[in-house]
Nanobody, 125 residues
Framework: QVQLVESGGGLVQPGGSLRLSCQASGFTLAGYAIGWFRQAPGKQREGLSCISKNDETFYVGSVMGRFTISRDNGKGTVYLQMNSLKSEDTAVYYC???????????????????WGQGTQVTVSS
């Protein structure tokens, strides 16, 4: 059974940092690209980043320079290091398995076939 479980969310002050983890099971992580998305209340799910099986990384402009995606295939885990957090980063963050090994159309929800349950990130003073 394919499963993705996010963790590491919480309450953080503006300018602070948080590292999210995505633990994969039921499939070989090394063979897939993994993406991170977020969804704020009343908003569409937004693609943020993707890491390919070869560790190529991609970011959307709103998080570029602040967020870093990485993976540890041995641990079956993908990470999202988030720095310089802003109030507009407040959302539920999801990791998802890309349908392929590379980050083609990485910002599109339809490109992914399995999703985690999400972890809440709240940026507030």
């Amino acid at each position: 059974q394919v499963q993705l479980v996010e963790s590491g969310g919480g309450l953080v002050q503006p300018g602070g940092s948080l590292r999210l983890s995505c633990q994969a099971s039921g499939f070989t992580l090394a063979g897939y690209a993994i993406g991170w998305f977020r969804q704020a209340p009343g908003k569409q799910r937004e693609g943020l980043s993707c890491i390919s099986k070869n560790d190529e990384t991609f970011y959307v402009g709103s998080v570029m320079g602040r967020f870093t995606i990485s993976r540890d295939n041995g641990k079956g885990t993908v990470y999202l290091q988030m720095n310089s957090l802003k109030s507009e980063d407040t959302a539920v963050y999801y990791c998802a398995r890309h349908r392929y090994s590379y980050c083609t159309s990485y910002g599109s929800v339809s490109t992914y076939d399995f999703w985690g349950q999400g972890t809440q990130v709240t940026v507030s003073s």
